[in-house]
């Protein structure tokens, strides 16, 4: 509704849309409660104004009603107003079913992208129209922040760890990326662009990028080379836990606890591995924080994200 008047960015997303009504409805109450206060205070300082030297304020009784009012309806209002920016701030973290999948690294001074097909990009992002979006992003180095207006989302991307974004673009265009976090001497320089193309132009440049090798590959050839076979294998039982059909299976640690393993634990348990040791095994694995970048952390997640679960 604003695209305008330039003083809003372009709405590129449902979601822009509710963020810039849920804007507006703040922008809309605080204007009103700064009305009402200031013309009260006005009223009353003209009304209530000292005439004479020896003017004496008279006693009044608590107007009880009223003092439960002003405590209980601009309480449930606050309440209502965090109950709504909760709900946009889940929508953005919360995957729709089947997205398109595609990571991101941040590095000083600039993005690198890689989609699923192992197509690749710097400074760009390339998606189709219409199409949930599921980000994953990491960084090499200090903290950046991913930053598109026009889909009106910002997330830190947080060394030693993965943040994810979710988005469906339902307009046609270019739109800035920024990074929005100070992190060096060419923080202002770390920006590009995110192009939201029709379904069939994105098929199109997707097949135009030369593809050397997919994510997934990339992470076995990882995972032959570092040797992890010896230890993880697929009856492996001895030195470490088999690792087929373990993505998004929940595993019971050796302190007792239990958690799901998702994208974040199986890179803490390549970087870090005795952070997390799983029930019945000891703390062998030699941690490969530093040996490793983390596109081929990535890589080796996606990899064994992808393992079938093995046949009985
Ligand atoms: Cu990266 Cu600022």
């Not at 009353?44 to 405590?71: C, H, M, N, Q």
């Not at 946009?88 to 989609?115: C, G, N, S, Y």
């Not at 019971?252 to 997390?276: N, W």
């Not at 703390?283 to 990899?303: F, H, K, T």
Request: net charge neutral; charged share 20%.
């Amino acid at each position: 509704m604003w695209n305008d008047l330039p003083l809003f960015p372009q709405e590129a997303s449902a979601y822009a849309r509710e963020v810039d009504h849920f804007f507006l409805a703040l922008l809309g109450f605080s204007l009103l409660f700064s009305i009402g206060i200031f013309s009260a205070i006005l009223y009353f300082a003209i009304k209530y104004r000292r005439r004479s030297p020896d003017d004496v304020a008279a006693a009044i009784k608590d107007p009880k009603g009223l003092e439960i009012a002003w405590t209980v309806l601009p309480f449930l209002l606050s309440i209502g107003l965090l109950v709504w920016g909760v709900d946009l701030f889940w929508q953005a973290r919360t995957p729709a079913k089947d997205p398109l999948e595609i990571a991101v690294v941040a590095k000083q001074w600039m993005w690198k992208v890689r989609h699923a097909s192992g197509a690749r990009e710097v400074d760009s992002l390339h998606i189709p129209v219409g199409r949930p979006v599921r980000l994953t992003l990491a960084t090499e180095d200090v903290i950046h922040s991913f930053y598109v207006p026009a889909f009106r989302l910002k997330q830190d991307v947080v060394p030693g760890r993965y943040t994810t974004l979710n988005f469906e673009p339902d307009r046609i265009g270019e739109y800035h990326l920024f990074c929005a976090e100070y992190c060096g001497t060419s923080h202002s320089q770390m920006k590009g662009t995110v192009t939201v193309m029709a379904p069939s132009d994105f098929e199109r440049w997707l097949h135009s990028k030369a593809v050397a090798e997919t994510p997934q590959a990339a992470g076995r050839r990882h995972f032959e080379r570092l040797g992890c076979m010896s230890c993880h294998g697929r009856k492996s039982t001895e030195h470490g836990p088999a690792l087929a059909g373990l993505f998004g299976r929940p595993v019971r640690l050796g302190d007792g606890q239990t958690i799901v393993a998702d994208e974040g634990y199986l890179r803490e348990s390549i970087v870090e591995p005795e952070k997390k040791v799983v029930a019945g095994f000891r703390p062998l694995m030699p941690p490969y924080r530093g040996r490793l970048n983390e596109e081929q952390i990535l890589d080796l997640v996606s990899y064994l994200s992808s393992l079938p679960e093995p046949a009985p």
